[in-house]
């Protein structure tokens, strides 16, 4: 739904530089009562020297927990489901058996769009740390605008399962309205990456605090627009992380191909596919043009329904609000050739200032240390050809192809769970996430070099059951 405004400008705020600084030195932690699912101290998992301090952050709970994967998690009230609901297939099993410590909290912010606890402050966290660790740390940013739970079903009870530390952030802002945050377009985006950059080197902290050493080992990982995180933190803060894993991560580049170049031709074209006559051929290889896969017909009215429309305004508008004036993030479903309508926007046309919103938050390709990437051939909110396939021509072309590795795996689509309504046309990512996460330990320790990057093809005989729990690599 657009929101009217008075003016062009967006009212943005934001804690300035100064005063993160000065919280990072000032923390106290916070005592709060053993909520329901939480350990009395005495249990032996919380044992020992006082729970570990987050550094910089504003606010923390520790909690000692019998269980940290959502199969305790859910019950005691330290995930949300709401967070990762349509994220991941209905048949996904969930670990359990990790007792340990969950540390919520927020860092200094101004914005309010997570109410998560009831908090309404941006900037959350989670960590979490299992009492058998294994010596490593998995740090994650959200996927869309989730919150800092999303990824506890995909990827944190997996982890978690395994030994790891992990920790998650909500990237500061959150919900369809985050484009209000920041101080000028591009910012709210670019607050994503300085609040990993942040809960990274707090998260590092806190292990050695309760570990009584650092992590041997430091993963970025995450789908979508936390894919985008791991390739920029690997860009621009190697010196934080050992290697990661970008899952379909969202590409950002000032010249193009990025979400304003290929999503309005679909709000174009697609409703003349859909309505058939004589003007659907000609739609159909519009979109195909635009970057959608041919194959890929039978996702598009869901994306239609659900997410072009409205990803491509709340992007549009944070990185060019003038585009519509005084209107907040366009008007939903306009019909091309009326007023200021996102289905017409020509991201070639429009000034320079909207290429250097871009260019705040682009990505170069130069990465500093071990990524691999997966991406699904039928995804349609992030088409392959122009998302991943340009990131892995970037990497060559910076000099770090031998840092890369790339499996594109056919028949996965952008949203897992779409696997349970066309499961005799699509693959679910999940397990190629964890088979590509255990390439890349197995790559760091130099035991298994990562298979050369190709097309994984989707097994023609292969069960649901099957494809739900493999997804080798390799050939």
Known sequence: MALPRTTSTRPR??????????????????????????????????????????????????????????AGTVGSGHTDPADWAGLTPKGLATPSGVPGVQIDGYFPDSSTTNTNHGW???????????DRWNG?????????????????????DWVLSRGYAYAATD??????????????????????NTRMTQLTRAA??????????PPARTLATGMSNAGYLVRWQLENH?????????????LWRADGPNLLTFLPPALRHYPAYEAGGPGAEGARKAMHAAGYPAGSEFLWPYHHKVYWDLTQRIYREEIDPDFDGPTEAGTPYCAPGSAACD??????????????????IALTGRIGKPLITVHGTLDVLLPISRGSDVYARMVRRAGRGELH???????????????????????PLVPCHRSAFTALEGWLTHSAPPPAGRTVPRPPSADAATLLTTCPLGR
């Open 204 to 213: 590092r902290a806190v292990v050695t605090q309760r570990y009584h050493r």
């Open 238 to 250: 190697p010196e934080l992380y050992d290697g990661g894993v970008d899952w379909e991560g969202t």
């Open 343 to 360: 289905a017409d926007y020509d991201y070639a046309s429009r000034p320079a200032e909207v290429r250097r919103a871009v260019q705040r």
């Open 13 to 70: 705020t934001r804690t300035t530089l100064a005063a993160l600084l000065l919280a990072s030195l000032s923390f106290t932690p916070t005592a709060t009562a053993t909520p329901a699912g939480a350990s009395p101290a005495r249990d032996p998992h919380c044992a020992g020297p006082a729970r570990p301090v987050v550094p910089g952050a504003a606010h923390q709970r520790a909690d000692c927990l019998e269980e940290l994967t959502t």
């Open 136 to 156: 490593g740390l998995v740090v994650a940013g959200t996927p869309g605008n989730r919150e800092q739970y999303a990824n506890d079903r995909a990827i944190a």
């Open 405 to 427: 590795r790339y499996y594109r795996i056919e028949g996965g689509t952008h949203t897992d769970s779409l696997v349970d309504t066309f499961p005799d046309r699509l693959r």
């Open 120 to 130: 309404n402050h941006d900037a959350q966290f989670v960590i979490r740390l299992p």
């Open 171 to 192: 990237k500061g802002n959150t919900g369809p309205a985050f484009h209000r945050d920041g101080d000028r377009p591009g910012e709210a985006i670019a607050e994503w």
